[in-house]
């Protein structure tokens, strides 16, 4: 569905609440319900309450393999909540191809080469600014490795890696988005940096050193300026790049 005021295609994702005694079958409805409507509808969210461990993602094992055999197009996701043990469960639904938010275990993603991209629903995550959601997912692994052996951490590369690059390709879209090349469409912003240090010392020289501070110090700079594609959003401006 185009959007005639801002140019922008919608599309839907079908909602399924996983603690319900019928979810089994509203996962099999909703399917259904997608394919018939692939013009509006691409995939299917299983939705939950944290305070209900009901809708544990193992217990959707067998109608996902079903689904996902008959529908292999439609993607799925699962809403962060669910209770993390037994683990496995978790890592089951991993591998069937679902897409999972929260805190993540990503050394087990790695190993079995799977996508992982960093994003906020702005809503329900920390906030919509990148280096604050990088910053928790920093802290989420660093939490994890305290109780899970050999658990990684992950450096201000790999962070910032995760939020551009390979969030365009959990998307489908590495070859349009998530990197400054000639041929890409990029949504840019421009901080003003005078803040990230204190007693107005100069800024590292090294690439790794100026998104460390970024990541760690850049939650609250100013954004000056703000263009997405080629236009410029904030300050209001009718001239692009």
């Known amino acids: 569905m185009l959007d005639a005021a801002t140019g922008v295609t919608v599309r839907f994702q079908a909602v399924v609440l996983r603690f319900t005694p019928t979810a089994e ?7 259904a319900f997608v394919d ?3 013009d509006l509808w691409v995939g299917i969210n299983m939705a939950g309450r944290e305070d209900n461990e009901k809708g544990y993602p193992g217990r959707f094992l067998s109608v996902y393999r079903k689904m996902m055999g008959k529908y292999p197009a439609i993607s799925l996701s699962i809403h962060a909540g669910e209770s993390d043990e037994p683990i ?5 639904t991993l591998f069937l191809g679902a897409l999972r938010s929260g805190v993540m275990a990503y050394d087990r993603m790695r190993e079995n080469e799977i996508t992982v991209g960093l994003a906020s629903d702005v809503a329900a ?3 919509l600014n990148p280096w604050e959601v990088m910053k928790a997912a920093s802290y989420g692994q660093n939490v994890r490795s305290c109780y899970v052996r050999n658990a990684k951490t992950f450096s201000p590369a790999e962070l910032f890696h995760l939020a551009t690059v390979s969030s365009a390709a959990v998307l489908g879209k590495q070859s349009e ?3 400054l090349r000639k041929g890409f469409m990029a949504d840019c912003a421009l901080w003003d940096t005078r803040d990230l240090l204190p007693y107005r010392s100069k800024l590292p020289h090294q690439p790794s050193e ?5 990541i ?3 939650a609250r700079l100013e954004a000056t300026k703000v263009w997405l594609a080629v236009e410029v959003v904030w300050p209001e401006a009718k001239a692009g790049i």
């Open 25 to 31: 079958q509203g996962v099999e409805d909703a399917y």
């Open 36 to 38: 018939r409507h692939r």
């Open 88 to 92: 496995h469960h978790v890592r089951d």
């Open 125 to 127: 995550g920390p906030e």
């Open 177 to 179: 988005i998530g990197q």
């Open 210 to 214: 100026l998104v460390s501070l970024l």
């Open 216 to 218: 760690y110090r850049g």
